[in-house]
């Protein structure tokens, strides 16, 4: 090893600053050797101090002597590099090998020039832009010919990411990333960066969980996971310990800040009430410091205003929103005023559309006529106001599976999508699968459980609110494919039971399904009082008609029933006919194969059989005053009969007493009287009459008996009234 011709040791520190250390350890000096020359790379050596005042073999001098002469002949490089490799040798002799590669000691270099052991510390720190793993700039052919995707790191912290410099030297940011961030992975055309997150969970709260992500303006602490318990108390109410692999919660926030009167203490101590415009808004005095740094960092940042626009009677969110695109300042560099590309009422093109969207001024303009107010619900300022980086919308988990199908000939995109996913190969696409395995054979010692929706409110919420919602045209929107002995449904409302249908036995039941709904209204369907409630149930149950024992599963002796059972269905993860019976409706009865039968609570009585023929089993009742319809071979009306309130059955023809006859194809037999229509000879009717006509004339005798015997049956022989032996009557 060579030395340059200029210093080679410093022993001043010793000399020059007379500290304890140098004092009571006179012969240690901080000596500091660099050596190059042409053949050699630079390099330099930091040993302990070591005694200036030693000789150096061969040169008669003590090192301080050495290094003082050195420094004055700079041109005596010989006799410098063979006092320089003696130094160094007492140099290296002088450090403890002890003290070499160990904690507390002096670091070691590997073969590859490595120190052998990282730096560790307790405490690392980025106050400012950090990154790690820089991608290099892509030049992509897009579909308006080339662009370039600026060159990016994978891993960052804070500002943010500055994608490249106009030509006067500006940077280029994207002002979509938040200016404090952590941004892991890669975000360039078939960039990747796994990220593995591994932990085992071991007590409640944050440290049982694996991840947490939380969304809300509360602090850590204030976010705390709900894993528990975390007490003796807890556990004696609960039957686990709970440990959460990825934990997520949104919930509410409160604005960054709100610009308005007296109702909010800014940091400057005065107000800032805006004066709105179509494009903005200015404020009574320019924003504090605070404040104006925000906004000038947070670019496109959300506002919400309390400026009524719409009848908030009607419309979920009645008040002006916008998002803000720009800001002016003072000459101090504070903000006096913000731009917007217009303030809106939510969905206002949906519920009003005429409405001109262009000109609309908070306090100043509404959507329907309504006077300008200020919203006192939802906020409480007294004065206009304008809130800053707010949400009024919280998704806990929002997953997306896009599935874009064949595209051989996909033409690139813009720079999002340079590719233009030309030949993709993502054939099948499933948003959320949970697959729940189970060991378990005993089937008793632990349960497994897939998705638990449970609505915590303290209210009921509004009617659109739901659990879950299958929404979109897909080929099936909910598939159940549970096992034989599941339960598809389980609920008081609706229940649906498994696949499996009733035991061979004969009069074996098992239900379908269930629907069922209290006889009484709000709290008191979901309570055990009043005792006088009762559960209305319409339910579809099938009954096995007779044994199968030899298993043929014969379909005909099954009856489907549907109707409806009272009570009963106490537990919601069971189904059975444990109801009373009342109405129902069979299908393929047992008495009726292929056929439909009505049933009362007490019986049934009447059917369809197989071949659509009306049958019954108990008595027809044809109330007073309705008639049973008889219709001819054309569907007309041909006759009906009813029963009178004179005591009498009628039977008419479709034009009354004188329309179509009541004709008996068999013999006619009478165990009462049968009696004819009773006029006199001068209102016998001669219209509308048929050969063989029979009535009885009060008037009338015979042309063979005398006037003394009147009152006989007479017939009409097509021309003339006669009697029965076919003379003429007289009267």
């Known amino acids: 090893m060579t030395f340059p011709h200029s210093k080679i040791f410093d022993v001043s520190r010793c000399w020059h600053f007379r500290t304890h250390h140098c004092s009571t350890?006179?012969?240690?000096?901080?000596?500091?050797?660099?050596?190059?020359?042409?053949?050699?790379?630079?390099?330099?050596?930091?040993?302990?101090?070591?005694?200036?005042?030693?000789?150096?073999?061969?040169?008669?001098?003590?090192?301080?002597?050495?290094?003082?002469?050195?420094?004055?002949?700079?041109?005596?490089?010989?006799?410098?590099t063979s006092t320089a490799s003696s130094a160094y040798s007492l140099a290296v002799g002088a450090i403890q090998s002890s003290l070499m590669g160990v904690a507390g000691g002096l670091a070691v270099l590997d073969s590859s020039g490595n120190v052998t052991s990282p730096v560790a510390t307790t405490e690392s720190t980025a106050s400012d832009y950090s990154t790690v793993g820089w991608n290099d700039p892509l030049t992509w052919s897009t579909n308006s010919g080339t662009a370039t995707q600026y060159g990016n790191p994978k891993i960052a912290f804070n500002h943010r990411w500055i994608m490249g410099y106009d030509s006067s030297g500006n940077s280029y940011v994207d002002d979509y990333m938040p200016p404090t961030h952590l941004r892991l992975g890669g975000s360039q055309e078939f960039d990747g960066v796994p990220l593995f997150i591994h932990n085992i969970p071991y007590s409640s709260g944050n440290m049982g969980i694996v991840e947490g992500v939380?969304?809300?303006?509360?602090?850590?602490?204030?976010?705390?996971?709900?894993?528990?318990?975390?007490?003796?108390?807890?556990?004696?109410?609960?039957?686990?310990?709970?440990?959460?692999?990825?934990?997520?919660?949104?919930g509410p926030t409160s604005p960054v800040f709100t610009t308005t009167g007296t109702a909010v203490t800014a940091p400057d101590g005065l107000t800032h009430i805006p004066t709105f415009s179509a494009s903005g808004a200015s404020f009574a005095n320019p924003l504090p410091q605070?404040?104006?740094?925000?906004?000038?960092?947070?670019?496109?940042?959300?506002?919400?205003?309390?400026?009524?626009?719409?009848?908030?009677?009607?419309?979920?969110?009645?008040t002006f929103v916008g998002e803000m695109s720009g800001y002016t300042t003072n000459a101090s560099g504070l903000v006096v005023s913000i731009a917007t590309d217009g303030w809106r009422i939510f969905n206002q093109t949906q519920n009003f559309p005429s409405t001109n969207i262009t000109t609309e001024t908070p306090g100043t303009t509404t959507l329907d006529g309504t006077t300008p107010a200020i919203d006192t619900v939802w906020s409480d300022f007294g004065d206009p106001a304008i809130m800053f980086g707010v949400y009024t919308k919280a998704f806990d988990n929002n997953v997306i599976c896009y599935l874009p199908g064949p595209t051989p000939h996909a033409t690139p995109g813009d720079i999002n999508d340079p590719t233009g996913k030309i030949n993709n190969q993502l054939r099948s696409c499933e948003g959320i699968e949970y697959d729940l395995w189970n060991d378990d054979t005993s089937g008793e010692s632990a349960y497994i459980r897939g998705i638990t929706v449970a609505y915590s409110g303290g209210a009921s919420p509004s009617a659109d609110s739901y659990d879950m919602n299958l929404a979109g045209g897909n080929a099936n929107t909910l598939i159940l494919s549970g096992e034989w002995y599941s339960m598809n449904v389980a609920s008081h409302s609706f229940a649906s039971a498994g696949y499996g249908g009733p035991a061979y036995t004969k009069g074996s039941q098992k239900v379908v399904a269930d629907f069922a709904q209290s006889n009484r209204p709000g709290w008191d369907a979901d309570s055990a009082w009043p005792a006088y409630s009762h559960n209305m149930r319409l339910s579809i149950w099938n009954t096995r008609n007779s044994d199968d024992t030899s298993?043929?599963?014969?379909?005909?002796?099954?009856?489907?029933?549907?109707?409806?059972?009272?009570?009963?269905?106490?537990?919601?993860?069971?189904?059975?006919?444990?109801?009373?019976?009342?109405?129902?409706?069979?299908?393929?009865?047992?008495?009726?194969?292929?056929g439909i039968t009505l049933c009362g609570y007490a019986g049934c009585g009447f059917s369809v059989n197989r071949q659509g023929t009306p049958e019954a089993d108990d008595n027809l009742i044809i109330n007073s005053g309705k008639s049973l319809l008889l219709m001819n071979a054309t569907n007309v009306l041909a006759g009906y009969i009813y029963g009178n309130t004179d005591g009498n059955i009628h039977v008419l023809g479709a034009n009354g007493p004188t329309g179509s006859s009541f004709i008996i194809d068999a013999a006619l037999k009478s165990n009462g009287s049968i009696n004819a229509p009773n006029n006199i000879y001068s209102a016998l009717p001669t219209a509308n009459l048929t050969t063989g006509d029979q009535r009885y004339c009060s008037n009338c005798y015979s042309s063979s008996s005398s006037s003394a015997l009147k009152g006989i049956p007479v017939w009409w022989n097509g021309s003339a009234w006669t009697d029965s032996l076919g003379a003429a009557v007289k009267y």
């Open 290 to 318: 605070v404040w104006s740094d925000w906004i000038k960092s947070h670019a496109h940042a959300r506002m919400i205003t309390n400026e009524i626009g719409v009848n908030p009677a009607t419309y979920k969110n009645a």
């Open 214 to 250: 939380f969304m809300q303006s509360e602090n850590m602490r204030g976010s705390i996971a709900g894993v528990g318990p975390s007490y003796a108390s807890g556990a004696a109410q609960y039957d686990n310990y709970d440990a959460v692999a990825r934990y997520t919660f949104a």
């Open 25 to 80: 350890l006179p012969w240690l000096i901080f000596l500091l050797v660099t050596a190059t020359s042409a053949a050699y790379a630079d390099s330099t050596l930091q040993v302990t101090q070591i005694n200036g005042g030693a000789v150096v073999t061969g040169t008669g001098k003590t090192l301080a002597q050495l290094a003082t002469s050195t420094q004055k002949n700079t041109n005596s490089l010989a006799s410098t």
């Open 551 to 594: 298993n043929q599963n014969d379909y005909n002796d099954i009856t489907t029933s549907m109707g409806i059972q009272v009570d009963g269905h106490n537990d919601v993860h069971q189904l059975s006919m444990d109801g009373t019976v009342q109405e129902h409706l069979e299908f393929n009865s047992a008495n009726y194969p292929n």
